[in-house]
């Protein structure tokens, strides 16, 4: 019995890090599936509907106009289904722009002021079924129909602002396209050191991802340069083993398909100072990104994000209990041969 546990543990770990590994991975290519935007966060700033209506007329000017969506969240607002007498308590995304650069899913396009997109749960609380297109809610003094399902954070509603909105904007998101010019909308509009490019989440969770097989690279690397120093006279098998394992590395850097950015890279290598500015500008960046105000559109990609740290995490661990386990085994099977 206890022979029979011994070889189902090891067993049990292999399912669970293949599992885990497969799930680290399933989540990063969802987040790899996200439309590639950058969020222009306006916390102390004063940015209202009219700069908005400014700013989108300048762009619309522009050969190469940016495509982006100003939005606006408010914590803790009613909606009601007076059909059912139903109400529950969301976070509202008020939007200037078409919806899907905010979230995915059905689109509310920027004319539709009588529309809204709410998710899936509160279609439950507030239908008890999710096919709840053209069906009516109460937001404060608006009636608006449902649209669709989102596909962002729960307890979400989405809706158009109207002509008439005072408040303030919070941020923009804008789509990196390859032809429009980020850098001179930033410089514009906004700050540099109040701006996420979202696909950090996507790199990050690529990096997680990475760990296990470049360990796994690294352990295989290692037994194949134990095995040349052995070989000593045996140039051929020494020269096959050499092949091998440069045959490897070239494989997993072919995988992992690394781009520096062009900013990233100095005129020459020498420049230490330019070094030592790009430092703090990312040491700046990280600060603000891991203190910054998380609104509903980055809680989404924060829940994939550390998902894929959990179960990358999860995965390791189990990789090296049971790579202990096994090593263990095949000592006491060695002595007792």
């Given at each position: 019995m206890k022979s029979l546990i011994k070889h189902i543990i090891p067993f049990g770990l292999v399912i669970i890090t293949i599992m885990c590994f497969i799930l680290s991975?399933?989540?990063?290519?969802?987040?790899?599936?996200?439309?590639?935007?950058?969020?222009?966060?306006?916390?102390?700033?004063?940015?209202?509907?009219?700069?908005?209506?400014?700013?989108?007329?300048?762009e619309e000017k522009k050969e190469n106009p940016v495509i982006f969506t100003a939005w606006k969240q408010e914590s803790k607002q009613s909606i009601e289904n007076e059909e059912l007498n139903r109400s529950i308590e969301v976070t509202s995304i008020l939007v200037n722009g078409d919806s899907s650069l905010i979230v995915n899913g059905t689109i509310l396009f920027e004319d539709d002021k009588e529309g809204c997109l709410i998710d899936k749960d509160t279609a439950y609380k507030l239908f008890g079924d999710t096919n709840i297109i053209g069906k009516k809610i109460k937001y404060k003094d608006r009636e608006l129909i449902v649209r669709g399902i989102h596909k962002g954070t729960s307890s979400t509603i989405l809706m158009q602002t109207l002509d008439n909105y005072e408040g303030n904007?919070?941020?923009?998101?804008?789509?990196?396209?390859?032809?429009?010019?980020?850098?001179?909308?930033?410089?514009?509009?906004?700050?540099?050191?109040?701006?996420?490019d979202n696909k950090i989440y996507y790199n990050f969770s690529k990096f997680c991802v990475l760990v296990l097989p470049a360990i796994i690279l690294i352990c295989i690397e290692f037994k194949l340069f134990k095995k040349v120093l052995q070989a000593k006279n045996k140039y051929i098998l020494k020269s096959l083993?050499?092949?091998?394992i440069l045959t490897l590395l070239i494989i997993f850097i072919k995988a992992i398909n690394i781009k520096i950015p062009l900013e990233m890279l100095p005129n020459e290598w020498s420049d230490f100072k330019f070094w030592g500015e790009l430092y703090k500008i990312y040491i700046k960046k990280i600060k603000y990104f891991l203190y910054?105000?998380?609104?509903?559109?980055?809680?989404?990609?924060?829940?994939?994000?550390?998902?894929?740290?959990?179960?990358?995490?999860?995965?390791?661990i189990s990789f090296f209990i049971t790579k202990s386990i096994i090593k263990k085994d095949f000592k006491y099977f060695k002595k007792s041969k």
């Open positions: 991975i399933n989540y990063t290519l969802n987040l790899k599936k996200e439309k590639h935007t950058i969020n222009i966060y306006f916390d102390d700033e004063n940015m209202s509907l009219s700069n908005i209506k400014s700013i989108r007329e300048e904007i919070n941020g923009i998101t804008l789509y990196k396209g390859k032809d429009t010019n980020i850098k001179n909308f930033i410089t514009s509009y906004g700050s540099s050191n109040n701006t996420v083993y050499i092949i091998l910054m105000k998380k609104y509903n559109i980055d809680i989404f990609m924060i829940e994939y994000t550390s998902k894929v740290v959990l179960f990358s995490l999860i995965s390791l």
